[in-house]
């Protein structure tokens, strides 16, 4: 989702570039930076949030879903009779009666936000393990799919490219790795390597990953004569309504999706085939239809992670300064997406080296698209690296902190631009005084209780500073003085409109029950995607320009009986309820009585986000050190993690409660990448064989032990609010703190994700 930002960059002129700096915080009030509670907190607890499977309309059928059993081919019959003549079922719809539909827009290849750029049951044709074949429509759910087990699909199969082993063989070099050259070389890293003193040369791989969010995808879609309602679960309200009206040949104002809350999105609750089969399928039905698909169903039709096999070579003089920093592997992807996982860029940003070469290749295969999840390329990128860090401070005998602190680059290494604000070694500092690095025994296996050997481990976190221009902002302010800030945001549940309300409420001088943060819809003025740890900054940029908008249209309708008379929005300070002159609290007044004044029920103002620029000019990114301490049993092999502590610097920290819990969720899918997390897929089939929470394994409560987390809370001077994004960088690192807390352990590397038992004993 991060493409986005970078796409519009690209052709911004030089021109435009000086004068990036953000503005000082006008009528600070002291809201942001409290431990706010969840503003919606109540409504989720209290059961009254109604998310898109609970949107109940009138007429309203249920749809099930029937999924390809073969990886390529066609469908030789499809046989619907016995589903058409079962109870309840109103629709059976397969590609001889689907409407004719266009291919949608996917991610990257031309401003869609689609998974998938494939057509969506248009013809015979089979694309991946699992597609859906039919879809049936009934009164009751539970009519839908029993009438769903009755269509019986015959197929023709061709052959299907289902093992990466044979993929891995034709990989090639894409043109970009998300708008950025997919290699970066600078010197002989090879050459290097081979004459540096210390080094170390070795393979990681990384498994698939499927999203497994609580709530389960789900739309609830209506027409309206040519406009279409879509109730949806999903982290880009205007992506997917651009994206479903070039589908149906219809103008984006004719899509309304609705989205206020979401149960857990990560990257996959984008715009997949349900969707726009549940439009379909209302359309040809001519009643409202809901959507949910199955935990199974989430496994067939919504991506994951995909699947990595990387190298990093490390070369070091006998300081143990990088002579020769190198990441280079392959990923498998489909042809008609484009996500191709990152994993070399956490190599590009973190380390001083004499040189690099970086490079990632693509492995087509025949199976669903992968997509986004919390920090692609990040989190399984961090895991060689930080693995390969950990690994030549062993040889070195070097503590693996002392190793990355002698490597901390003065500026961005590879693009050579500075910092915008970079204090990784603080975080390193402060978490190792936390987390009583100093207890750790270098040398591994030495430490025990009982069957239980104990090990300590740490790596490097980081994501970028990402930002989604073109969004905006509106501001109502109302004859009580009340504030309600519109924008197409997102609540998956990290605290948008808790943190929103906070900033609006500083920035216009109000108490936060003043404030109203209305997102959740299309319809109101364009938002930022839920995507790329970027929502929260792109919308205080946004409503920063609203509310300087509002302050002059203020100003303009106070007029001269207004003790603000004559000032401009450069002299003023929001505060109390109302605007003041900066440094003179006596000329003061309310809106209220500004309202009133001025014979007005409301005043508003609509204003974009500027773009952000300092993008160009910096190299910009949250870090952080990940510490690890685990238990492995002797006797079984089995990891416990005992304790963990993330430290971070991602500037400054908005609301430090939602912040914790953002980057507490994000090390518990870290511990699941470690330990429990993989999609098995049958190389033979193309087919996901454990699409369900018994058999693929994320972290349940028993896993998760203490989790601490710190950060240095110093904001960024080149970011609004100088605040950097939180919600993906938590994940990353963790996978390498864990393994290399295991080696610490045992003696033993496990360099093939996740570390099950098996490997250990
Ligand atoms: Mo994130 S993986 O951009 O939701």
Redesign the pocket.
Known sequence: ??EFARTALRYVPDALLPGTRPKPVRGQHGHVGEPVSRIDGALKVGGTARFAAEVKLDGMLYAALVHSTIAKGRIASIETAAAEQAPGVALVMTHRNAPRMKAPKGMMDGGGVAGSSLPVMQDATVHWNGEAVALVLAETQEQADHAAALVRVAYDPAPALTDFSVARGKAKRPDSVLMEPAAVTIGDAEKALAKAPHRVDRRYTTPRHNHNAIELHAATVAWDGDTLILHDAT?MLNGTAGTMAGVFGIQPEQVRVLSPFVGG???GKGLWTHQILAAAAARLAGRPVRIMLSREGVYRLVGGRTLTEQRVAIGADAEGRFTALIHEGVAAMTAHNNCPEQFTFPARHLYAAGSFRLEQTIAEMDMLANT?????GESVGTFALECAIDELAETMVVDPIELRRRNEPERDPTSGNAFSSRHLTKAFDDGAARFGWDRRDPVPGRRREGEWRIGMGVATATYPYLRMPGNAARIRIDAHGHATVSTAGHEMGMGTATVQAQHAADRLGLPLDSVTFEYGDSALPAGAM????QQTVATLAAVTAAAEALIKELLRIAGNDSPLAGLRLADVVAVDGGLAQAGDPTRHERYASILARAGRDAVEAEAKAPLPLEMLKYSMHSTGAQFAEVAVSDVTGEVRVRRLLGSFDCGRILNPKAAASQFRGGIIMGLGLALTEETLFDARTGRVMNPSLAEYHVPVHMDVPEIGVIWTDLPDPHAPMGARGIG?IGITGVGAAIANAVYNATGTRVRDLPITLDKLL
């Open positions: 989702m991060m982290q999105g990560f990257g986004f999840m919390r920090a692609p839920a995507g790329g740890s993906e």
